[in-house]
């Protein structure tokens, strides 16, 4: 039987569409800072984005990434133990490290594969992982790729996670997996517990630091959030939120990275990360330090939306503390509703449905967001909660 029978039948998409209220995938025709371009012309407020700093636009980072496609090509065409290793690649990994505060870091070409790297690289047969029930997609695609035997605990739930490391094997190796802020709440992970669960257990802690790293304490992330940097052997990052541009990097000890460079096939057996993505992240880490105001303002900007949103009658998740803002949206149609009449209010943000996570739109924010900018989108928010209310939508 063919493969492709299950997509004759496939009627998800086919049944959002025909009622109107899902494009599959929106296009944006120009992108400037804290807005964006629609096909019909239009300019709307972008609060929805991953590019937390701003800096997927800003002109110097966009200046070295043409600059490195000029220098350099504009693909590597090949991995990094063949042809496709820069001077660049190793000059950010050292850079990585340095402002980390980690002995070294290993690049890879996009953040899924990073994960992909860390845990298939070092977990196998006969290992155990530990991942926490809302940890991103990555992971999980990473720990089941792995074959070693998977867990989830509960979120964020130590109590849970030391029950399962307790009926472990005592030889066996063992791997707890987690998000630094988890990239649909906002949340954080409980850092020093696992820390010292993990300790107490011999396990190897994970964290995905992808929404941390570059917003949380001056861009050093959640593990430096919670002066923990050292206790944590292995952290993940991606440059595709807060550095603007694509690509990631695992950070760790000389011996671990070194191992990885040598048996990690994601990184193996794809090519490098392009010229132009690796100069772009290099300037963004060089102004993220010259400018830590940034990383703070975001987070303010985020806490002042929170706010007034919360003050709006929008149900935003009690626990979020990062740029994520998400507001809870119950189910699929409503989750629609409120972003297609968002979308007439020129304000974007991203309505996420199962499996991706329960029926909601994940609002964020961003330091390059005007005061104006940011006064446009909460009166579109307060319009569309009149019409929510006026169709019964939300009480
Ligand atoms: C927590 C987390 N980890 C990893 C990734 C994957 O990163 P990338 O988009 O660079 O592949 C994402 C992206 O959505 C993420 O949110």
């Known amino acids: 039987m063919s493969v492709t029978r299950k997509c004759t039948g496939y009627s998800r998409s086919r049944e959002l569409k025909k009622s109107g209220l899902y494009p599959f995938y929106l296009n944006f025709s120009e992108r400037d800072r804290g807005a964006a371009r629609l096909p019909d012309s ?13 800096l997927s636009t800003d002109p110097r980072v966009c200046c070295a990434a043409a600059e490195a496609s000029r220098r350099y090509g504009a693909g590597c065409t090949g991995s990094r133990l063949l042809n496709g290793n820069l001077d660049l690649h190793d000059h950010l990994e050292r850079k990585l490290a340095e402002f980390f505060g980690k002995p070294a870091a290993l690049l890879l070409t996009t953040g899924y594969q990073t994960n992909l790297a860390a845990v298939t690289g070092l977990c196998g047969p006969g290992d155990h992982i530990l991942i926490d029930k809302q940890a991103h997609a990555s992971l999980v695609d990473a720990a089941r790729l792995s074959r070693a035997r998977v867990q ?31 990239s649909m709440e906002g949340d954080l992970c409980p850092l020093p517990e696992l ?28 593990c430096a959030h919670y002066g923990l940097m050292e206790e944590v052997p292995l952290v ?30 994601s990184l193996l057996f794809s090519a490098s990360l392009s010229p ?12 993220l330090q010259e400018e830590p105001w940034r990383s703070k303002e975001v987070i303010s900007k985020a806490d002042f939306m ?32 409120a972003w297609n009449l968002l979308i007439e209010q020129g304000v974007y943000v991203n309505a996420v449905l199962p499996p991706a996570a329960s029926p909601r739109l994940r609002s964020s924010y961003m ?3 005007t005061d104006e900018q940011l006064a446009r989108a909460l009166e579109g928010f307060a319009a569309v909660r009149d019409q929510l209310l006026h169709d019964d939508l939300i009480h």
């Not at 132009?276 to 102004?287: C, F, G, K, V």
């Not at 998740?317 to 509703?337: F, H």
Request: proline share 3%; hydrophobic share 40%.
């Open 42 to 54: 239009r300019e709307i407020i972008m609060c929805g984005s991953n590019d937390y700093l701003g």
């Open 152 to 182: 989830w605990f509960a979120h964020n739930d130590t109590r849970d996670l030391t029950r399962k490391l307790d009926q472990l094997p005592e030889k066996a190796g063992r791997m707890v997996v987690v998000d630094g802020v988890y």
């Open 195 to 222: 820390v010292r669960v993990c300790r107490q257990y011999g396990a190897t802690l994970l964290v995905d630091d992808a929404h941390g790293a570059g917003v949380l304490a001056e861009g050093r992330g959640t």
């Open 236 to 265: 993940t990052l991606t440059f595709s939120k807060a550095f603007g541009s694509t690509g990631g990097a695992i950070l760790g000890d000389e011996e671990v990275i070194d191992y990885l460079r040598h048996n990690a096939r």
């Open 276 to 287: 132009a993505n690796t100069a772009a992240a290099l300037e963004s880490l060089r102004i």
């Open 306 to 337: 929170r706010r007034e949103l919360t003050a709006l009658g929008y149900p935003t998740g009690a626990a979020s503390q990062a740029p994520i803002v998400p507001i809870d949206m119950v189910n699929e149609k409503r989750t629609l509703m």
């Open 367 to 369: 330091t390059v967001h």
